[in-house]
């Protein structure tokens, strides 16, 4: 997150525009409020018992949702996919009015559209305020240890030669530094970085979706790159550590509308979510992204790999 939904263009450089959008929300590159919850727009719920999982409009998101579909088919559950549907903002509205049963989110940046006062930051206090602040038709079941998140990063090369494992590290070497992210991510991060870190950059840049290349041709010495992003691995680049939470949370989790689950649903959603973590995710989305496999399959792999099928 943080937390925004955006468009995918391009395989890997736009398959992750999630990095444009700087200063977190893998969901949207805005983040108004939840629509009014008398809209005319709202949907009418699923039929029937069915159970309709919905996705944003970008590959993480959609892997995610058929992830969830297919662990529910494989509990015998009637499951209707609704994939890239698009924005938040259309997405929140169709949960909450039951058009959608289930649907991927992140933690962090849902908290940060239905409550933009919130200051929680840990998982904890994420989940914690999203319970008190989610209106009653929508709930959140277990958070997966897999996040999105945001970070900083910089070559393996520059860490081991200054010695960098976490944030707090680069206030030593900051100033000498160029910074690049999304165009929004100084406006979102430069004062949030002084007052939690200290922090000083020499030079902010607007990198966004070519952040990861950035920082491995030099252009800048550390990056804002969302933590499944494969070109993490792919440029041997280093994240490091946010040991005070300047960035929110941003475990994966389903939000789901809670007349529409039962508790075979919820059992089968937890299941997928306590064997999800980031690792794991990030080879997933290299076969997505690089590999270009077929999202379908991937989840079908990882499914049968962690005994879901």
Not at 36 to 60: L, R, T
Not at 144 to 158: C, G, I, K, P, Q
Not at 285 to 291: I, L, T
Not at 299 to 307: E, R, S, V, Y
């Amino acid at each position: 997150m943080k937390r925004l939904i955006r468009t995918a263009v391009v395989v890997l450089s736009a398959a992750f525009t999630l990095s444009a959008c700087g200063g977190g929300d893998p969901l949207t590159s805005a983040s108004p409020g939840p629509a009014d919850p008398g809209s005319a727009s709202a949907p009418a719920p699923a039929p029937g018992g069915k159970v309709v999982v919905g996705s944003a409009n970008f590959p993480e998101n959609v892997l995610l949702a058929e992830i969830y579909a297919q662990a529910l088919e494989a509990k015998g559950v009637q499951v209707e996919k609704k994939l890239n549907i698009g924005s938040r903002e259309v997405l929140y509205d169709q949960v909450k009015g039951g058009g959608l049963t289930v649907l991927p989110e992140y933690v962090g940046s849902l908290l940060a559209y239905v409550d933009k006062t919130s200051t929680a930051r840990t998982k904890d206090d994420v989940v914690a305020a999203l319970k008190e602040k989610l209106p009653a038709e929508l709930e959140i079941l277990s958070p997966a240890a897999a996040e999105d998140n945001n970070s900083l990063t910089v070559t393996r090369a520059t860490a081991e030669k200054e010695g960098l494992a976490t944030i707090e590290d680069l206030a030593k070497v900051a100033k000498g530094y160029a910074v690049g992210g999304p165009p929004e991510f100084q406006s979102r991060q430069e004062q949030n970085f002084k007052d939690v870190y200290g922090l000083e950059f020499k030079e902010w840049k607007k990198t966004g979706a070519a952040t990861a290349d950035a920082i491995k041709d030099g252009t800048v010495q550390v990056g804002n790159v969302f933590t499944t992003d494969p070109k993490i691995v792919l440029n041997d680049l280093v994240s490091l550590k946010d040991t005070k939470s300047a960035f929110a949370a941003e475990n994966i989790t389903p939000l789901v509308n809670k007349a529409g689950v039962d508790d075979t649903v919820r059992t089968a959603l937890d299941a997928v979510s306590a064997k999800l973590d980031t690792a794991g995710l990030v080879a997933l989305m290299k076969r997505v992204a690089v590999d270009k496999d077929d999202a379908a399959v991937v989840a079908k792999d990882w499914l049968m790999q962690n005994g879901l099928v």
